[in-house]
């Protein structure tokens, strides 16, 4: 059974938030702030947050200069994940990401579905790996970005929760790129 081993020191994780809309500013992205204050709440490191518009090209810039950034571990982006013409969030995943967390996005819909029913498959949630920083792509819903904080992240961000968790991988995450031992 899942649980918090409270005999295990607690290691903090530095995040960076990037909310993808082309109409909300920093004043009104309720969930960008949800996100930032949970994360902060929890113990870690906000290292920083800002919003794109909902275009490819920005989003993959602005996630290659924080994968980029060996001070980030983790990028959480809020919106862009629907099916619309304007939503283009995994689009620009695709670009850079290494490998996918094909349970991320199921968990997210699977947790969703008890909450919005059939309406969580027009989510495209996601989760991966670039460079040995993870990153995620939640809907832009203050309400998704709760349900996927508080019932995922929150507990494989912290390197207490056992049986495992992303961060005691985090060390491993480019292990391919090391020389081989002799």
Excluded at 14 to 36: E, H, P, Y
Excluded at 84 to 102: S, W
Excluded at 149 to 161: A, E, G, P, T
Aim: aromatic share 6%; glycine share 10%; hydrophobic share 45%.
């Amino acid at each position: 059974m899942a649980r918090i081993d409270e005999s295990r020191p607690f290691i903090q994780v530095t995040i960076a938030v990037l909310t993808v809309s082309d109409t909300r500013s920093l004043d009104t992205d309720t969930s960008g702030a949800t996100l930032a204050a949970r994360i902060v709440d929890a113990g870690h490191m906000l290292a920083a947050r800002t919003i794109v518009k909902d275009d490819v090209g920005a989003i993959a810039g602005q996630l290659r200069a924080w994968i980029a950034d060996p001070a980030i571990d983790v990028v959480i982006t809020s919106g862009g994940t629907g099916i619309t013409g304007r939503d283009v969030t995994p689009e620009a995943f695709d670009l850079v990401l290494d490998k996918r967390i094909e349970g991320f996005g199921e968990l997210f819909r699977m947790l969703s579905y008890e909450k919005i029913g059939t309406s969580t498959m027009q989510s495209r949630a996601l989760g991966g790996v670039a460079g040995g920083t993870y990153l995620f792509a939640l809907p832009g819903s203050t309400g998704a970005v709760k349900d996927a904080w508080d019932d995922i992240l929150l507990f494989q961000l912290d390197n207490r929760h056992r049986p495992c968790n992303l961060v005691e991988l985090m060390p491993r995450l480019q292990e391919h790129l090391k020389p081989a031992a002799e």
